[in-house]
């Protein structure tokens, strides 16, 4: 079996010394990793298909076993989906719990968290020690800003009953817009009425966790995480979201400075936006365009359908098998009421999992329900 190409710079018995460092690492990780989650309060959440606890996993991959320190690793107990990607680059704040303000360092913590590469003796340095591919994060974020949100596709999914939509529109009105903006899909702008209606930046609205009263886990987790960077001589104890806005700015400052042409493109793609991580104990309410596509809802993938989340907190299923592909146009949402071979067992009873809160528009008479999905569809 050939693995070198010609004319490859790496010799094989390089190749060979490499892969060989790597499972060496490897094995480390995992052994500091099990005798940490040993010593852990809880059990991780298993985040199952379409989830994943992104911000402690990253954080337990970029801190923990880089620095030899267990303390740094934290137990995965809030799993959240896959959020949808259109519009993100005009949204002032970004992540469930609206957390990063800019939009390279948020993409260059991303970046850290999935493995490039970083010397962690130069975390607090002058000259970070990294591979992270810069012009290849100005790339997807430029490929981003011309992604639209889906429109409901009626030769798939059935035709849109217009004059029930408009019943629905007044519903929204009444009940969804004090929170969710409707944005022109075209634009990424919030539509009239909607917001703040032809803003170039879209302002997502928070809400409270003891307002919104879902699963406070992503948010509290994110705000209460502290880390230790004794190690390489820096604090003993320090906030997770300190020590990866610091981190992440050094090395999107260091690129910065390198060119004209690295500050022009860092001007164009922050627009403006500063190097800002918080933890506020709150969820953003993303706008709705496209929401229909966007299924299970909730930040943790907790409720299956629109229709499910338009119930009462406790009418909500407790058990989702999840990983099918057919898709319920009238309630709009995913299939997962019935097991089959190679569903995910989602139990919304486990820690991070609950499919409680978000109560508005739960007391609608099934006419109305349905009259606001129709609604829904058209965006």
């Known amino acids: 079996m050939r693995v ?5 710079a790496t010799t094989r018995d390089e190749l060979q010394n490499s892969l060989k ?22 059990v991780p959440t298993a985040s ?3 989830r994943l606890d992104a911000v402690n996993r990253g954080g337990n991959l970029l801190l923990a076993p880089p ?17 949808a990607l259109w519009d993100t680059p005009y949204l002032d704040w970004v992540l469930y719990n609206a957390s990063i303000r800019q939009p390279m360092t948020r993409n260059v913590i991303e970046d850290l968290g999935v493995g490039a590469p970083i010397d962690p003796r130069t975390f607090l340095s002058d000259k970070i020690v990294h591979s992270v591919l810069m012009d290849n994060i100005v790339s997807i974020h430029r490929s981003l800003t011309k992604l639209e949100s889906p429109g409901w596709p009626e030769d798939l999914l059935g035709k849109i009953d217009l004059d029930k939509a408009g019943q629905g529109e007044t519903i929204y009105r009444q009940t969804c817009a004090g929170c969710h903006a409707l944005i022109d ?46 190690k390489i001589g820096g604090p003993a104890t320090i906030p997770y979201m300190d020590a990866a806005k610091a981190v992440a700015g050094g090395i999107v400052e260091q690129w910065k400075n390198q ?42 993938g907790s409720v299956p359908s629109l229709y499910d989340l338009l119930l009462p907190p406790t009418q909500r299923p407790k058990i989702l098998y999840v990983g ?22 989602f139990d ?17 008479s099934e006419p109305e329900r349905m009259a606001l999905l129709e609604f829904l569809k058209t965006h």
């Open 185 to 230: 899909r075209g634009t990424h702008r919030p539509l009239a009425g909607s917001g703040a209606a032809g803003n170039a930046e879209i302002t997502v609205m928070t809400v409270p966790l003891d307002q919104v009263k879902t699963d406070p886990r992503q948010a509290v987790n994110f705000a209460a995480r502290v880390i230790s960077l004794g």
């Open 259 to 300: 060119s004209p042409a690295n500050a022009r493109t860092e001007n164009e793609i922050d627009n403006g936006r500063q190097n800002e991580f918080r933890g506020i104990l709150a969820y953003r309410a993303r706008p709705l365009n496209g929401t229909w596509a966007t299924a299970p809802y909730l930040h943790n």
């Open 4 to 8: 070198l190409a010609t004319g490859a």
């Open 348 to 364: 919304a009873r486990l820690p991070g999992n609950a499919n409680i809160g978000h109560e508005y528009a739960t007391t609608l």
């Open 48 to 50: 199952g298909l379409g």
């Open 21 to 42: 460092t790597f499972l060496q690492e490897q094995q480390a990780r995992n052994s500091l990793f099990g005798a940490a989650q040993d010593a852990a309060p809880e």
């Open 67 to 83: 620095l030899g320190e267990p303390k740094n690793y934290f137990p995965t107990t809030a799993p959240v989906s896959y959020p």
């Open 324 to 345: 099918s592909w057919e898709f319920d146009p009238v309630h709009v949402g995913v299939e997962t009421g019935s097991p089959f071979a190679g569903a995910f067992t």
